[in-house]
Structures are given as structure tokens and as C-alpha cells.
Nanobody, 125 residues
């Protein structure tokens, strides 16, 4: 069974950086879009970023544009989320997900077929 495993979360001060990783195990995600979502305490899950299999399409939430960068290494079955200029409002559990329908669909939070277990990011002020 294919699984997604996130890592890289932690505690960081406002203005700092973190890089999250999400690795596929038990298989590959050939032709799948992969993306990041987050859920803060007491809030609904929200889209953060998504990337196509070929890496030619990337989508970002307005709240993270210019600060976060999504990338993927298909040889390693891994995606990354580089998070810079972090703010306290970025505090959340970050999840990666996979979809065979493409990154635009992921942005609409549709057809999210596989999920990771999440990694906690805490940004202190």
C-alpha cells in the first residue's frame, strides 16, 4: 500500500524558515500531482501548494505566495515545501496529499486520494 510520510516540522521563530518533506513509500506516484495542505487548531483545512508530476505547473495559496516554494524529486518520490518568512499564522499541522487529477484540482481540495499523517509546524512570535 502506497503511503505518504511527512517530516521536517518543528518550532521556529517568526521570520525563520523550515523545509518540509513528504516521501512516498510502498510505491510511486507516477503521473500524480502532489501537494500540501494545513489545518490550524479550530480552523478548517486549507490548501497551501501543489505541483504537477512534470513540475511545470505549481499552484499556491495567496497567503503563502512569495514565501513558500514547492518542489519535487521524482527519482526520490519526494516533494518538499520550503517555507521562508514564517508567521505565527502559519502554525498548523501540515499534510501532504496525492491526486491523479492534477494540481488545479488539488487547489480546489477535490479528488485527494492519498494523505500523509501530518507534521506540526509551530511559529512563535
Amino acid at each position: 500500500q502506497v503511503q505518504l510520510v511527512e517530516s521536517g516540522g518543528g518550532l521556529v521563530q517568526a521570520g525563520g524558515s523550515l523545509r518540509l518533506s513528504c516521501a512516498a513509500s510502498g510505491g510511486t506516484f507516477i503521473r500524480y500531482a502532489l501537494g500540501w495542505f494545513r489545518q490550524a487548531p479550530g480552523k478548517e483545512r486549507e490548501f497551501v501548494a501543489a505541483i504537477s508530476w512534470s513540475r511545470d505547473r505549481k499552484y499556491y495559496a495567496d497567503s503563502v505566495k512569495g514565501r513558500f516554494t514547492i518542489s519535487r524529486d521524482n527519482a526520490k518520490n519526494t516533494i518538499y515545501l520550503q517555507m521562508n518568512s514564517l508567521k505565527p499564522e502559519d502554525t498548523a499541522v501540515y499534510y501532504c496529499a496525492a491526486s491523479s487529477k492534477g494540481p488545479a484540482t488539488m487547489k480546489m481540495q477535490r479528488d485527494l486520494e492519498v494523505w500523509g499523517q501530518g507534521t506540526l509546524v509551530t511559529v512563535s512570535s
